[in-house]
């Protein structure tokens, strides 16, 4: 039955109210947390997910579900108050708020079975996540049709629009013209430790209109106003949608005295008690219980009820539509069905042809341009670097997304490598595409924040990282990397919620071993991956006595040279460096007499994830073992052992042809022979 609409109106309210106790119940009994920002938001989160938000209440994976993605994590509160309302948290778990193990952590983890898309707290991510599930959902449009689409949407908070990213996603999301996109802003004019006035002044709707957005700005705690914008927003499909909600700080917040006491900067990130507000008056003020505060209001819970009764119905129309769609193209849905459970297509890795003695990311090129053919749902992207990080090999093959055509899989992020991270994650987490992200290895410090929160919520993104040592020589030390091998090591030694190793990182040594890298890449779904390429060329391993090279270098580290009895000294490196070694190995038996390994270790973290037996015996402890790297020694301290010496670069470089650099920083192979040959006296 429909009620009339003014009870509707306060219906409405309540239930916004009680998202409202529920975030500032949650943070208090917590005794940490940020109340403020929920209690602002709850009218926008009970408008949209009550009458916009399509989901389907016993099906929260469902493919075709609207997303709808946090930026500001802090306000996690406010997200698992409304979800709350739905089902999908008890009391006990919002009780539960920021304790050990409880699915309500402080800031949002994914957890696609309570309806967390995303994972958020490094601010502007989220909302990058969100533009970037949103190109995913037009490239599958593009290919499948209306059975596929479906709304993105986003919650944004001052701190995100003010973090740079939010200038790179929103340049994107305009110049795409992705109409499936609405993004809530939630300008309440207070942040964590200032006012908004006191670090800006710009009009941010006449910078998202300068974008191509369609901005619409009202009072956020209007409902009406909300319901009237959301209504314009889901209409508009030639342009993304920003609807900058004037919200309060702290909407309902009540002093000792009953008095409202609402957009003050301490209500964004502390207990209400423990502010110059009063919980008690809080709740009281809204109608609730301060002793029992979480409730769900019973007319609320019914609100919801109907809402669920709702979802369901159109849920099961459009699934029966899709099973229709599917009947009739068959065809198209195992293809769509494939994209979307990872199935990769049956792909001849011997059939890709590596020439011999090329760069790597020639031969990444040679792989990319195969792929092209092959895996229909890789999108590659390229931050303005694609003829030379080589993603080109694949770009040649398509075209590139255009506002109203995603009919292409090439994505030009333009120079903005931390917004195509966040953006490539964002598609992962969409789900039934492969993205792929290059650009060159020492930017890689620019996407560090997304790599790190991609690898915590375990998606497949396929980082490529070209220019990978000091060898862009004349590029001078900004191009050169040093540190960056090391700190992706570390990524991979950090283990994920799963005890997986939070990244897979492959710096592969020549043309057979980037293919066999990309085959690892391309099967690892469950963690990002890394490949990093050299800019010159490098000579091949010597194959000979190794096994399949897609095994040996699945193991992380293996034979490449080899002695018959028990070697006078171990040489391990990866990427060009291998070669280096075998040229100074070769020396050194001819000149020495020596009995030499030689090992390649394109990734020390896979390498250990390998069995004790294995790894001792690629790697004893008892031979004298020595490492040469391009970047940092630390890079390989963990490979060579306490007995071990490292050859590798502490400085910045210099700016030079990388001969020069070779032979100025030591790095020829006559050079490894005299240092490997000191080594061995010592
Ligand atoms: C990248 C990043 N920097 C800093 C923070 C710490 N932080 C959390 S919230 C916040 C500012 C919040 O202001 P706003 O986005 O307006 O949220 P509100 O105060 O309205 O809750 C800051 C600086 C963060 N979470 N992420």
Redesign the pocket.
Known sequence: MELPTEQKKNLSLQAADNIRMLSAAMVEKANSG?P???M??ADFMHVLYSEFLNFDPDDMHWRYRDRFYL?????SAMLYGTLALIGNYSMEDLANFRQWKSPTPG?PEIDLDRGIENTS?????GHAFGIGAAIAERFLAARFGKVVEHKTFIY????????EISQGAGRIAGHLGLGNITMFY????????SE?DDVTSEDTAKKYEAWNWHVITIDGNDHDAIRNALKECVAETERPSLIIGK?V?GKSVRDDEGQLYEGK?E???KPLGKSSASFEKTIEGMGGDPANPFQIISEVAALYEEVKARQRTKATAQKTAFENWAQANPEAANKLDSFFSKKLPSIDWRAIEQKPDQATRNASSTVLSHLADKVENMIVASADLSNSDKTDGFLKKTTIFKKGDFSGAFFQAGVAELTMSALATGMALHGGVIPVCATFFAFSDYMK?AIRVCALMEQQVIFVWTHDAFRVGEDGPTHQPVEQEAQLRLLEELQNHSGNNSLLALRPADGNETTASWKLALENNNTPTGLIFSRQNIKDLPTEGVPDIGQTVGKGAYQVMGTESTPDVILVANGSEVATLVDAAKILIQKNNLKIKVVSAPSEGLFRKQSIAYQTEILPDNIPTYGMTAGLPSTLRGLVGKHGEVWGLNHFGYSAPYTVLDEKFGFTPTQAAEKILAFLKK
Not at 71 to 75: I, L, N, Y
Not at 121 to 125: A, R
Not at 186 to 193: C, K, M, R, T, V
Request: aromatic share 0%; charged share 10%; hydrophobic share 30%.
């Open positions: 940020h403020g920002g929920p602002g938001g930026d500001a994590g802090h306000m800031h707290g490094p601010l502007g991510l944004i908070s001052d701190g995100g629009v003010q973090e939630d300008a309440n004019d207070i942040q964590l430790s908004v919200t700080m900067v209500l964004h990130g924040p």
